[in-house]
């Protein structure tokens, strides 16, 4: 049991999960706008070598170093209540500079938006966040029913203060099982446009400015708690949400690293429904509220949806090549990444093409796998980062394959990413952002042309990507 949780102070930033992408992909495209470097979170001395000193350990030495240097990002429960929706918008709207934008785009965060808003110098607004809570005492990552019981409790602090948001909390007992013993995920998702979104728009985007959204449909059940709250169990990977609620043989396995015997599973007797999943689906709400802002203001809605969260990478691969090459260059290099570890800026600098995944995965070796088949250009290099699993999960994809499947291509080299440490690697957070910076500055390439509306409409056409467009500008 915690004797003390420490409250940290973030000052004029609200605390939102410094690891998740809705943290991370407004920060960095502010950052590039600004022309400031960018570290998702800087860290002290004690964090620093605890990292780099935990690969060394046994597994239970590690598994307890990790938990500990894993407490230091949540945030007290009063911190977060100081922080509603309407200032959380203001302050990503803060992020950007003052001045006019032919585009924005307004999605849930994706890895991939934050390279797909920079090549049309796009501010990127997310429809959800999420604040890392913290509880004073540990709870069984296999006690569904009292996490759910204690996220629920929690909601209800929240939800009489806005009323317009929707509460999820995101229990994920195998990616994430290190940190929900300690800490309650509370994503945060907007119902309709926050004010301070409207008022952006209408400052800052020229006449003929496209809104884009994104949508991912994805789908995942949830548990149907009071009020506007749900219960998520699992998060998007190798692992389906229906072997989170029934079970298999291979979390079995798995949880007996934890000690763990026998049969289990999620499943809860509450109502359950599939709806958009928590941190990448979009609210129907929110999609209707940007279309209706969007002819308030007369001006383009541009929507994208599609169903393979797979789609926006190889719709921004072919959007990246198309940049490029106008340019007279082409992509010689390529950058895998996975999860939060994204950083848009260096591809900018040097060329380097960005394919992001959503995890390491075999769903995600095999799309990286057959970009890299179909690449038309040859390669000088293949950089590849991976975000670690610090509990080793089982949908995990061996890092040899990956190795594999490059080297047929080019030479590869790991950022951030050692071999004998991988999966468990927590050293990869402090220092990714760093080291792709400076692989960056060692191969300076770089390339200034932004895309337009049209490439944007004729590339979706091409790859037979569904979407709609409203020229309200027009009527």
Not at 363 to 374: G, H, M, P, Q, V
Request: hydrophobic residues 40%; charged residues 25%; glycine residues 4%.
């Amino acid at each position: 049991m915690d004797k003390q949780i420490v409250r940290r102070r973030y000052k004029d930033t609200p605390p939102i999960d410094r690891f998740d992408l809705s943290f991370i992909i407004p920060s960095a495209v502010a950052a590039s706008f600004r022309g400031d470097p960018f570290i998702p979170f800087r860290t002290g001395f004690e964090i620093s070598a605890g990292g780099r000193l935990l690969p060394r350990m046994g597994s239970l030495g590690r598994r307890i170093g990790m938990e500990y240097l894993l407490k230091s990002f949540r945030v007290t429960e009063d911190e977060a209540l100081e922080w509603n929706s309407r200032y959380v918008s203001q302050w990503f709207t803060s992020l950007y500079p003052p001045q006019k934008y032919n585009a924005v785009v307004i999605a849930p965060p994706v890895g991939a938006a934050a390279c797909f808003s920079l090549l049309f110098n796009a501010p990127f607004l997310p429809t959800s966040y999420c604040f890392p809570v913290a509880r004073s005492f540990s709870v069984d990552p296999e006690d569904v029913k009292s996490n759910m019981s204690l996220a629920q409790k929690l909601a209800n602090r929240f939800l009489p203060r806005d009323d317009n948001i929707t509460i999820i909390s995101e229990f994920d007992p195998i990616h994430n099982r290190l940190r929900v013993r300690h800490t309650a995920f509370l994503r945060f998702k907007f119902l309709t446009m926050p004010r301070a979104y409207e008022n952006f728009l209408q400052s800052y985007l020229d006449k003929d400015a496209v809104i884009i959204t994104l949508e991912p449909r994805i789908g995942w059940r949830q548990y149907k708690g009071m009020g506007n709250f749900h219960f998520q169990v699992g998060s998007p990977g190798g692992i389906e949400d229906e072997e989170y609620i029934s079970g298999s043989k291979r979390l079995e396995k798995f949880l007996q690293k934890y000690l763990k015997e026998g049969k289990f599973n999620y499943r809860l007797p509450n109502p359950q429904e599939v709806l958009p999943e928590s941190l990448y689906g979009l609210l129907h709400t929110m999609k209707e509220s940007v279309r209706s802002t969007a002819q308030y203001l007369e001006k383009k809605h541009l929507h994208i949806d599609y169903d393979d969260i797979y789609t926006l990478s190889r719709l921004l691969v072919a959007l990246f090549i198309r940049a490029s090459r106008r340019e007279g260059k082409r992509p010689r290099s390529i950058l895998f990444h996975s999860g939060a570890l994204v950083h848009p800026e260096p591809s900018f600098r040097s060329t380097l093409l960005p394919v992001w995944l959503p995890d390491a995965s075999f769903n995600s070796w095999k799309f990286a796998s057959e970009i890299l088949d179909a690449y038309p250009f040859e390669l000088e290099n293949i950089l590849i980062a991976l975000e670690p699993s610090l509990s080793d999960a089982p949908d995990v994809f061996q890092l040899k394959r990956w190795r594999e499947i490059a080297t047929r291509k080019a030479p590869v080299t790991f950022v951030a990413t050692r071999l004998a440490a991988f999966p468990y690697d927590m050293n990869t957070y402090l220092t990714f952002w760093g080291a792709l910076s400076a692989w960056s500055r060692r191969n300076r390439d770089p390339f200034d042309m932004r895309l337009e509306e049209k490439d944007l409409l004729e590339e979706l056409e091409r790859l037979n990507i569904r979407f709609s467009i409203e020229k309200f500008n027009e009527q």
